[in-house]
């Protein structure tokens, strides 16, 4: 077969696929979370203001389409006089970047025990491994972070570690139950009996049929990351400023959220906004990485 | 046991597998799933094993492969014993005793292609090209029945023959000695059946492959077997040829198997003579035959003593006190 076509099929192949299971919740999901990514890497070149500069003269005003609005700053100002739209692009980089980085730590810790764990199921490895699980879950994850935050010294790198480190019990917990399934199945078996080594089983059996499940909750799990996140802002712990985030955002805006609503409201609607987006975005993936939910696939494709 | 360079011999080979305790004194039970069993099977020959559910056949195939350790006894193929042999000889004994599962839908990873599959084997034993590989699977493929435009689709995409199939291919794919089929064709329609029966036949014809064909009723073992294992609650209670089997059944237990296929006319129909009630339990352990409480030849003796299996007539044993007589040749 020759392979330069073999790739150009795979492409279609791919694409064909897609367009079969969108589903229209998935769509906005996937088009929302990319207008966010695109948002946050191109921030310094599309924010109207510079987002730091305090300009007194220009504080409290309103959205464009209130009364007292001004259409150079469409979202409004802050109690200082900073453009709230710029200030949410910027911290949609804070956001992003805690979400994703805090979730491939406690993917890679929680995917990794929890391999050993599910596949050398009832030994001491595995009693071990649960155990310090159990204890994990047992705390509740936002109050650990509020401890280890306390301890260390507040910041972007120790909001991430700390909500990385805190948070990977529940992708051990699932990724064991789904090897402890996946390794009775007969293929399994049947890999054995060919004899094949553990890493050959694991790397080409049970790792690509727990995938699916697991990259379903990191995805999820990155919600969950902003919204620490963005609690922990908002309390005065996460990242500090002159760093913006949505979080503290939502902070500066609490003593105006009678007379000036706009500077605690935005922020709210893009930390909302942001974790649907996700989760939606983290359910079409399930439905798109089940080879079985693959419609219309049994014609000849030669 | 006859037959010292058999390709597998099987001697006394037994699997007990313990029961919870209910209280910390109590003694410790077990299930004695397989319990005393012996075998040999020579190259290029074909032995099916007949049981009802329970009888321990599945776990003798396990054992054979050692998916299972044995309580006791052994298992010999090639002449090592594979429970106890070497790294180099183990890995010899993986290339040549293959194993084809019953579900044909659990048996084939999801997320692999059917190259991929069928290729598993020689990407764990042999060294090959990325082309040299799709040319073997393309191979295997085509020595199955299947073709080229099946290389790169998944397993659901196949109907359930189709499946056991790309199993059946994967099985040769090393040329092996032995395939153990474990109820292969039991999940599939009886046309279907027929049509992966003959599959097996055509391989065993063109490369000398024994089988040992597990099922859980004669007819689907009769067009295959060249000898006939009866199993009942963990032991062989009869082994002969395919012909003596059907025209001479010595234990009563074959005979109500055989009587349990429902005859091709109506008219057909004769005596009735089914098992009532169900297999043993296991915890219960009996001095006695195993088939003492359902057998309509038993006698008092039956109850206290259990009978061997014994080489009675030429390639002909049964474990039985009171046989069957030779009726119903006509059968």
Not at chain 2, 98 to 115: C, E, H, I, W
Request: proline share 5%; glycine share 8%; hydrophobic share 40%.
């Amino acid at each position: 077969m020759n392979n330069n076509l073999s790739h150009l099929s795979k492409i279609k192949k791919v694409r064909s696929r897609l367009m079969e299971l969108s589903t229209p919740l998935g769509i906005i999901g996937f088009i929302t979370v990319s207008i966010i990514v695109l948002m946050a890497i191109f921030a310094p070149w599309i924010v109207p203001h510079d987002p730091f500069v305090i300009d007194a003269t220009k504080r409290l005003t309103p959205p464009a389409w209130i009364d007292g609005g001004s259409s150079t700053y469409i979202l409004g100002t802050d109690h200082v006089g900073r453009d709230i739209l710029s200030r949410l692009i910027y911290g949609s980089r804070v956001s992003l970047l805690v979400g994703i980085l805090s979730v491939l730590i406690a993917g890679a810790i929680g995917l990794f025990l929890g391999l050993i764990s599910g596949y050398f199921g009832g030994t001491l490895v595995d009693q071990a491994i649960m155990r310090i699980v159990d204890a994990m879950l047992a705390i509740p994850t936002l109050l650990l972070v509020l401890v280890a935050i306390v301890v260390f010294d507040p910041g972007l790198v120790t909001l991430i570690l700390v909500i990385g480190l805190t948070s990977w019990a529940q992708y051990t917990r699932l990724v064991r139950g789904e090897v402890l399934s996946v390794k009775e199945r007969e293929f399994v078996q049947s890999a054995k009996t060919l004899g094949a080594s553990n890493t050959h089983i694991i790397r080409k059996h049970i790792i690509p049929n727990v995938l699916s499940s697991f990259i379903v909750v990191a995805t999820i799990g990155i919600a969950t990351a902003i919204m620490t996140e963005s609690s922990l802002s908002f309390l005065g712990l996460g990242v500090q400023p002159p760093d913006i985030t949505w979080g503290s955002m939502l902070n500066d805006g609490r003593n105006y959220i009678a007379t000036s609503w706009w500077i605690a409201t935005f922020p709210g609607l893009a930390i909302t906004i942001t974790v649907l987006a996700i989760t939606f975005l983290g359910d079409w993936l399930r439905d798109i990485l089940d080879p079985k939910l693959k419609k219309g696939g049994d014609e000849d494709d030669s | 046991m006859s037959n010292e360079d058999a390709l597998l011999k099987v001697t006394d080979l037994k699997k007990h597998f313990p029961l919870p305790r209910k209280k910390k004194k109590q003694e410790q039970a077990y299930v004695k799933a397989v319990d005393g069993v012996n075998f040999y099977i020579n190259a290029g020959e074909t032995l099916g094993i007949v049981g009802e559910s329970g009888s321990g056949k599945s776990t003798v195939a396990k054992l054979i492969m050692q998916l299972l350790q044995p309580t006791d006894g052994q298992v010999v193929f090639h002449g090592n014993d594979v429970f106890t042999q070497s790294k180099k000889d183990r890995k010899q004994t993986q290339k040549k005793l293959q194993m084809v599962f019953q579900d044909p839908y659990g048996s084939l990873n999801p997320r692999m292609t059917a190259k991929e599959i069928v290729t598993e084997p020689l990407l764990i034993h042999e060294k090959l090209s990325k082309k040299e590989l799709e040319l073997r699977a393309l191979g295997l493929l085509e020595e199955v029945g299947l073709g080229m435009q099946h290389l790169n689709r998944y397993p659901h995409q196949f109907s359930g023959g189709q499946r056991q199939r790309l199993s059946i291919a994967r099985a040769i794919a090393l040329k092996p000695d032995l395939i153990v089929c474990d109820e292969a064709v039991s999940a599939l329609d009886v046309s279907i059946q027929a049509q992966i029966l003959n599959l097996l036949k055509q391989l065993q014809k063109n490369y000398g492959i024994a089988f040992i064909f597990i099922a859980h009723g004669l007819p689907a073992v009769k067009h295959i077997s060249d000898r006939i294992a009866i199993m009942y609650a963990g032991k062989i209670v009869e082994i002969a040829d395919k012909e003596e089997i059907f025209k001479n059944p010595k234990h009563p237990y074959t005979k109500a198997l055989l009587n349990a296929v429902p005859p091709s006319h109506p008219r057909l129909r004769k005596e009735k003579t089914l098992v009532q009630g169900e297999t043993p339990s296991f915890d219960i352990t009996t001095s006695g035959c195993p088939f003492y409480n359902r057998c309509m030849n038993a006698k008092e003796d039956c109850k206290t003593n259990a009978p061997e299996l014994i080489e009675h007539e030429k390639h002909h044993e049964y474990a039985c006190h009171y046989p069957e007589q030779a009726s119903n040749r006509e059968n």
